[in-house]
DNA sequence: TGGTATCAGCTAACACCGTTAGCCGTTGCG
DNA sequence: CGCAACGGCTAACGGTGTTAGCTGATACCA
């Protein structure tokens, strides 16, 4: 039998993924495990520990998508943009929300920021920008802020091209 | 007498401004104004039709800012962090959410779109790469995402240079 | 074996949210 | 005068995260 704590975030993910975060409320979770929602706080001390976990699993996934990329800037920023487009929402909710990173694992940040780090050939400026960069088209494009019809990738390239 | 609708739209302003969305419920706007929450609805259909006019009021308070700053892309650039920082709660309505453009007044997203097109002198591809430079940039910023301490004047000049 | 403590479920409830239904006094107009 | 529209109101609905308090099962220990 799986721990209750694991089915609980695997129900969190799926629920996430499916339909966004507002459809992930404890009460929807404790269905999909076959438990009523206050049950789930005998597991987590309230819901954004559940987040917290699944603020992990979006982070490594997300790192091992940009480790598995080829060498250099271009691939890396193909990788980024694949993974958002790819699971938006676990995209957002590992992203676009304050890092709680005391309760994070330790490393897990920095081994997050290496890929990018590194196809910048370790100035942290630089791969600053960068991820700023890419953070910003992702969200833009997510949130559906260019034109409607807007090919992007020229845009990619664009910058790509010029942070090399 | 000033008319209610302008008088909901500004409380709703005072307390996004003050203390974040989520401090901007119906019932607290409503009882800025002197109203019970239920009334509002005799002046807009939902709570969506509060916030697009605050979407309105940030992105033309934003063009305008961005419209007084010095020609060229830094100046740009830092006019546009000084906003986001000066205002984070206004910035976030009104740039990171799908936007409603089939509402929005007609020009307004063109225009504020000029000032970074200009400064990039009329490169379309390369606008929305810096577009997307600098809301990432401040996005990582208000969500706290950068290392606790980094100076992140390099980070903006880096890009900047990049892009010039 | 009996007693007890811990675990993990439950129901009921609280305070909040956006929103709707329906009532009512005031205002303005034909 | 009569009537309609406006803009308040209360009560309520279904949703949210969360807490209190109960209960049955399990595990451990004297």
Redesign the interface.
């Known amino acids: 039998m799986v721990e209750r704590r694991e089915q609980i975030v695997a129900a969190a993910l799926e629920l996430l993924e499916a339909d966004g975060r507002e459809a992930m409320s404890m009460r929807s979770i404790a269905e999909r495990v076959g438990v009523r929602a206050p049950s789930l706080y005998k597991h987590f001390p309230d819901k954004a520990a559940v987040e917290l976990e699944l603020t992990v699993i979006g982070l490594t996934e997300m790192t091992e998508a940009l480790e598995a990329a080829e060498p250099g800037l271009l691939p890396c920023a193909r990788a980024y943009r694949s993974f958002a487009l790819a699971r938006p929402h676990l995209y957002r909710l590992t ?5 709680p ?1 005391l309760l994070l694992p330790e490393g897990l ?1 920095d081994r997050a920021a290496g890929p990018i780090l590194r196809a910048m050939h370790g ?1 942290a ?2 791969a ?2 960068v ?7 992702v ?2 494009e997510l ?4 034109p ?1 019809g ?1 090919d ?1 990738e ?6 790509c091209t ?2 090399q």
Chains 1, 2 share one sequence.
């Open positions: 992203t676009a929300n304050p890092l990173r940040e100035r400026d630089l600053r920008a991820w700023a960069f890419a953070h910003g088209m969200m833009l949130d559906g802020r260019f409607p807007a992007l020229p845009a990619w390239t664009a910058g010029a942070f």
